[in-house]
């Protein structure tokens, strides 16, 4: 896991706001969604109870953890948001770990979902929010490579911001 586990140091926060080793056991083999996203962003309130219900029904199964990147202007908007989401977080007070996953990952608009490899941190889909919400809901093509054919035809469906 130390391919993605290095892309945080540390900053990984759970639902109790305990800080997260993503270098567990635990973590090994997992697919991770990178879900960047924002309280205020129509899209993304959109696609969140989306994502929710593919990773409570498939999350186990498809060996799937997220965590939430938040573009939120302010904590207290943030807090609100991540309530409705099963899974761990950046830790909101980190802003510049934020931008440089938003610089690394090439993120140009909200909601995005990128599935990394958790091993090695290498990107497996570029775009899986199209997959999830629109091309393979039930995800039979997990974790729905961006080298697929599917890959190769979406395009993203909305730049919020």
């Known amino acids: 896991m130390a391919g993605v586990a290095k ?3 540390g900053h990984i926060l759970d639902k109790s706001n305990r800080n997260v ?5 635990k973590y090994q083999g997992k697919v991770i ?6 309280h205020w962003c129509p899209p993304c309130r959109g696609f969140t109870p989306i994502l929710v ?12 953890e997220v965590i939430f990147i938040s573009s939120d202007n302010d904590e207290e908007s943030f807090n609100e948001y991540y309530q409705e989401m099963p899974w761990l977080t950046l830790d909101f007070k980190e802003r510049e770990k934020k931008n440089e996953l938003d610089e690394k990952f090439q993120v140009d608009g909200i909601p995005t979902l990128i599935l990394l490899d958790g091993n090695s941190g290498n990107i497996l889909c570029k775009d899986a929010r199209q997959e999830i919400q629109f091309n393979d809901k039930q995800g039979d ?21």
């Open 7 to 9: 892309l945080f140091d």
């Open 53 to 64: 219900d593919f990773y409570n029904k498939y999350g186990s199964e498809k060996n799937l």
């Open 141 to 161: 093509r997990f974790p729905w490579t961006s080298s697929s054919e599917a890959a190769k035809k979406s395009s993203r469906s909305c730049i919020c911001c």
């Open 33 to 38: 969604g990178l879900y960047f996203s924002a």
């Open 21 to 25: 080793d993503l270098n567990h056991e």
